[in-house]
């Protein structure tokens, strides 16, 4: 999830042999920057209800909010974030934080990637003819990615912080490729 207060990206992959993922569902769930912040956020937390309620996830990534210039999109950043955690939490899945750097490194291979370029590797690593629309569609699932990829990312989940059965697959994987590069 790319938590946003007016966009919020949200995309569900599946995990594919061989280091390749499957487009399962894309989209972005918008509110009215005209309407208060108190029924935006509940129009978000309703649609990530029906999100999480379809896909029935082993794990929410969600973008972790990093400080910027403007403290109102961080501040809506941050609480759509917390409410993508409290929905997962509600259902017993773990949450897993990337930030946008760790989300561009896996993508692309660099940190510093543009957006551009993040969008034209999510939809070739999808296999897709053009990246979604809008970006925040993409970059929700570029970090959807991102976790299948970096598995141990900065998993939260309380009691349950443990890594799931597919988590555990990827990260022993991982750990295999890089000794047998080594």
């Known amino acids: 999830m790319d938590p946003g207060l007016t966009r919020c990206g949200v995309g569900v992959v599946d995990s594919l042999p061989g280091r390749r993922a499957e487009l399962v569902a894309v989209g972005v769930i918008q509110s009215s920057p005209t ?16 999100w999480l309620d ?9 973008e972790r909010v990093f400080a910027q210039h403007n403290v109102g999109t961080v501040m809506g950043t941050a609480q759509v974030a917390g409410l993508a955690m409290v929905a997962a939490a509600r259902r017993r899945v773990p949450v897993a934080l990337h930030t946008p750097s760790e989300v561009k490194a896996a993508v692309t ?24 629309r809008p970006a925040d569609a993409a970059d929700a699932l570029a970090i959807a990615v991102c976790h299948l990829w970096r598995p141990t990312g900065a998993l939260q989940g309380g009691e349950r912080n443990e890594l799931t059965p597919a988590q555990r697959a990827w990260a022993a994987a991982e750990q295999a490729a890089r000794r047998g590069k080594g």
């Open 109 to 132: 291979g660099s940190g510093r990637a543009g957006k551009e370029q993040v969008q034209r590797m999510v939809a070739g690593i999808l296999g897709l003819a053009e990246a979604p």
């Open 35 to 50: 309407d208060s912040v108190d029924l935006r956020l509940l129009r978000i937390a309703d649609r990530l209800d029906v």
């Open 54 to 62: 379809e896909h029935v996830p082993d794990v929410v990534a969600v």
